[in-house]
């Protein structure tokens, strides 16, 4: 049976974490969704402050994951993420404000699912969220350990 | 004498023979003369021509072995070594260990075979100096066109290699300088566009909500009214919020802009690098806190601390900005104790800024030199520009910056100037 993923928000700007909210709203997503003010804040969810995470196991979860953040940056959330055995099959897209082909190339390097600019046109940015929502919606994601 | 016909010649005859060999032997001696005199200048030519080469050039011959046969002045003395200790040895007595073996093998393949080889070789003096010199070998044939002598005749080129490394440093640094400049580039277009997608996200909310106030309001009752409920939202929640976020967003991007302006001006202010009493300056420093640090409860203790070649200004914005760090991330529960001390290592003045806060954790030190970056943006104040500031400072007088620091534990800045002594002896 098809489980809805949770959407984690990682992106240190509250403000886009509240459009990007809005917009899957909009969308017709209604995927519970956490944000994280930082990368640190989502490593701590998965692999635990002091060793203990905090994830379900048995829960589904999309990770929608900003680049440049204090602390921890997207990159090096992504890299530990898919550095690991079982969380590397957590779909990660990348929504971040920068198209430089060098990071685009990186993160896919590193193994993220999809890479979206936040254009900084409301119109395109509430489009790109819009279509981004219809995309999840037809996203299979396997539980973090699998039964 | 053997002539059998002497005996028959006349008086006049023989007077006129006599003659003849008397004019045929002047000539001799007169063409002998010329000839040996021809020699001799030609001998001092080549002596007049060798004493040039020896003031210009190092010289040494050697037999068809390589053992030294021959050495001048300028050999003896860029090697640092003695006429006495050359002579009968090799070459390998200079030998620095630069070149590989396979570089060797081709010199010896080259002037064995009679050819002359040219080239720059790196040596090693009898005092563990090393210069280079340009080469180049000339081996003297013997009848059967083997080498019988190798004269090599070298010229100093030390300095001139000693140029092409610092301009190779040049170029690497100017490189290395051009990656951060981008990096700069790309981390600020970034910075700014985030507070733009905001400005443009919010003030799009913001005209929703008027026309939602406005359509009410065109729908309104009898006597103007209208329903509360349509309007609500918008007046309490939607439009708060959006004022917020654009404002925020608009002064973020105005610090944003002025930081900027302000890392750019710092390539431009004039150093003036002299001789500085950090005891003093830092003493100063403190004394310009001294309200931000009675504030945080703070203890300090000061070092005696060496004093070092730098710019006074640009030096006690690095102090100030390390010692602001530290009230800026000292521990919630315990009193800020602030360390600095110093010491000098290899010619550089080390000055260390410890205190006992919040601490970095390994894997965000990296960072925390990185322009705009913030630790804790929630907790305290400030354009993320302090530490890139101070290493801009620090890398513009040949100083650098390194963190140490555990987390919960506190952290250690610490930052290298040249000293005072290492730029007296230089």
């Not at chain 2, 509360?228 to 654009?246: D, G, M, N, S, Y």
Request: glycine share 6%.
């Amino acid at each position: 049976m098809n489980q809805e993923p949770t959407i984690l928000i990682v992106d240190d700007d509250e403000g886009h974490a509240i459009l990007v909210r809005e917009n899957l709203e909009a969308a017709g997503l209604n995927n519970r969704i956490e944000h994280f003010r930082d990368g640190q804040a989502v490593l701590d969810f998965f692999f635990g402050k002091a060793g203990t995470p905090a994830f379900r196991a048995e829960q589904v979860y999309l990770v929608l994951l900003d680049i440049r953040m204090p602390k921890v940056d997207g990159i090096e959330v992504l890299r530990r993420l898919k550095a690991d055995p079982e969380l590397r099959k957590l779909p990660v897209i990348m929504l971040t404000t920068t198209d430089d082909a060098r990071e685009v190339e990186r993160c896919h390097q590193l193994g993220c699912s999809v890479y979206i600019q936040k254009p900084v046109d409301y119109d395109r940015f509430a489009e790109a969220i819009r279509r981004l929502g219809l995309f999840v919606t037809l996203l299979l994601v396997p539980p973090v350990k699998g039964s | 004498m053997s002539d059998p016909s002497f005996a028959d010649l006349t008086r006049d005859e023989l007077i006129a023979r006599l003659h003849a060999m008397e004019n045929e032997a002047r000539r001799r001696a007169e063409a002998e003369a010329q000839s040996s005199k021809t020699l001799l200048a030609a001998l001092q030519e080549l002596k007049d021509v060798k004493a040039a080469l020896d003031h210009h050039s190092i010289v040494a011959i050697t037999d068809a072995h390589g053992k030294i046969t021959h050495v001048n002045d300028k050999f003896c003395a860029i090697s640092k070594y003695s006429r006495d200790e050359l002579l009968g040895r090799d070459h390998r007595i200079i030998n620095s260990g630069y070149h590989s073996k396979q570089f060797f093998r081709d010199f010896w393949g080259t002037i064995t075979s009679g050819r002359v080889w040219r080239g720059e070789i790196r040596n090693r003096a009898k005092d563990g100096s090393l210069y280079w010199v340009d080469t180049t070998i000339f081996p003297r044939l013997g009848a059967d066109g083997r080498p019988t002598q190798y004269v090599a005749i070298r010229t100093d080129i030390t300095e001139r290699k000693a140029d092409e490394a610092e301009l190779q440093q040049f170029a690497a640094d100017l490189a290395e300088k051009n990656k951060e400049l981008e990096t700069i580039v790309y981390t600020v277009s970034h910075d700014l566009r985030s507070p733009l997608v905001n400005v443009q996200g919010f003030g799009k909310q913001l005209t929703r909500a008027c026309e939602r106030i406005r359509d009410a309001a065109a729908a309104a009752g009898p006597g103007g009214s209208i329903p509360v409920a349509e309007v609500k939202t918008a007046v309490e929640t939607t439009i708060p919020q959006a004022l917020r976020f654009i404002n925020a967003g608009v002064n973020k991007m105005e610090m944003l802009l002025a930081g900027l302006l302000r890392y750019s001006r710092l390539g431009r202010i004039e150093l003036s690098i002299q001789p500085l009493d950090i005891d003093a300056l830092v003493a100063d420093v403190l004394a310009a806190m001294k309200f931000q640090l009675d504030e945080a409860g703070a203890v300090v203790e000061v070092g005696p601390l060496p004093d070092c070649m730098a710019d006074r200004p640009q030096t006690n914005q690095v102090f100030a900005n390390l010692v602001d760090n530290a009230i800026k991330y000292r521990s919630p529960g315990k009193p800020l104790r602030l360390r600095i001390t110093g010491s000098v290592q290899d010619g550089q003045s080390i000055y260390a800024v410890q205190d006992n806060g919040i601490g970095i954790a390994p894997a965000h030190q990296a960072k925390a030199f990185e322009i705009f970056h913030r630790l804790n943006p929630d907790a305290t104040h400030g354009e993320g520009l302090g530490l890139t500031i101070a290493q801009r400072v620090l890398e513009r007088q040949k100083g650098r910056i390194w963190v140490e620091s555990r987390e919960g534990e506190g952290s250690t800045f610490y930052f290298a100037l040249p000293s005072v002594e290492q730029t007296h002896h230089s």
